[in-house]
């Protein structure tokens, strides 16, 4: 009995010291003076700004993910090719690797002295400093989770309704539209709402490749970023207050997400919630 | 970000449909060419950049006293943290597994609150509670302390979640049966528990070491970034490129990029381990 209590304790201490009081004293800061300062600070022209990009943001990254992250599950998953062991572990780098390595190599490519800048900025475009650089950034870190989410799931539900929708004379395109995607939706949304979530955060690479312009380069992060360092916390808070709602949204769906996909026969994902909470022993631990 | 110890490709393909309406080889086109374009190339441009003075430029430029220091306390910051996560972590998952109490889905769903919430927004909040306003009077802003702590609520996620699949998993009668025979708790769990979830452990711990050792948004506010004390990496590679010094950063970048890529094969690694068993 001494032994749960003491393991209870130790986990919701840290948890509690760790994430909910910090993110609970930030809500306090921020409405302390009532809801009248955040909004104000909200609906600055360049908070506007920095919402309306962050959103545009998700807007082009998650889209672009999510196809090339079902097509390459189903390659990965369907077709025996030697290559595939190469694409899976480089889908995996972005993973790994720091965010302001990510924007310096984008410095590298578009910059004014990089690989393809002189010749893109010849033909009008400017990529570094402006939205593309920002919608390249928001990709590469995002780009792993719809294909990590919906391999496994692919590889549960087999190829049996498939090929029995085939031999009733469906074509590739009814076959998949009819049968492979709504069998692996849940797993696909689930990545689509981790890629989502990753993208309305990114900072560090945005940060390089962005410049940080006021109401022209600005997304939510960089937005509450720079408040705080020119000493305006109450738009800091505020924004940080948006971007902490989103991500509660987020835990949400991923919750409900992650329930989905389990009971669609998928693996545990991240937040096993529904395997976690059904799978608890009924005896007590009674050490 | 998340703690999937991800290898697929061995897995023996099924003669399923074929991607509907273009040829494979077209769709591997297609994967390639958005891997190279998104990835692939702007890597091998910091790769490139690194050498680009010689291998010289490159090895002082890595062991220059500022980026050498930058590099030690991130190394050290991160095995701190991983090994704090590594108890903590696995001591949650086994509440969240093996306890029951009211509230339980939320605790469990507030685990991933680290990879929902903005890196920049962490820091912040940590900040308020631990910063120079702090209303309990701890503050510990610009440390190496704060450092520790930021890093500590990032990676939090990633042993609990490599562990939790695992101890569900369990058998428990492997456990009733080394206690029939008389073994106390603290044997069971050493001789029979801590074994099992050794795999998932040893994966959480790496992939938390990879965000770790390249963290940004979280430390920035928190840690002062000061050179010598408080800058780690990835700070010091942004100082670099601001200062114009792109070779430097490149070069600090690949280190970087060569111990991500050791982690990542070792956790492919433990995964193919966990699986065999």
Redesign the interface.
Known sequence: MTAKWGLRGLAFGYLGLLLLAPVGMIFYKTFEHGIGPPLEAMTSPDALHAIWLTLLMVAVAVPLNTVFGVGCALLLVRHRWRGNAVIDGIINLPFAISPIVVGLSLFLLYGNDGWFGPTLAEWGIQVLFSTPGMILASVFVSLPFVVRETVPVLQEIGTEQEQAASTLGANAWQTFWRVTLPAIRWGVAYGVVLTTARVLGEFGAVTIVSGSISGETETLPLFVAKAFEQFNEEAAYAGAIVLALLALTTLLLMSIGGRKAKAQGGPIPITGDAAISTSTSNTKEGS | ????P????????????????LG?GL??G???L??SL??????A??V??STSGGLGAFWSSVTGSQSMAALKLTVICSLIVVAINAV?GT??A????????PG??A???????????????AG???L???GSES?IGLDIAFTRVAIV?AL??IT??FVT?AV??LL?EMD?EMEEAA?SLGAG?FT?FRRIIFPNLLPGILAGIL?AF??A?????SL??ISGNIPFDTEV???F??SQ?ESGN?AG??AV?VV??AI??A??IGV?LFARMGARK
């Open positions: 970000m998340e703690g999937h991800a290898t697929l490709t061995t897995a023996a393909p099924r003669a399923g449909i074929r991607l509907p309406g494979v769709g591997r297609m994967v390639v958005y891997l998104m990835v692939m190339l702007p890597l441009a910091v490139a950049e903590f001591i949650i086994w509440v969240l597994v093996r306890d029951d109490f339980k889905g605790v469990n769903a507030l685990i991933d609150l680290p990879f929902a919430l903005p890196t920049i927004v912040l909040t940590l308020t509670l631990y209303p702590i500590c609520f939090l996620p979640r939790q699949p569900i428990r206690t708790g069971v992939l990879a965000r050792l390249g963290e940004y948004g920035i506010l990496s990835s700070v590679i942004r490129i792109v950063a490149s970048s970087l990029l991500s890529l982690l990542l492919s």
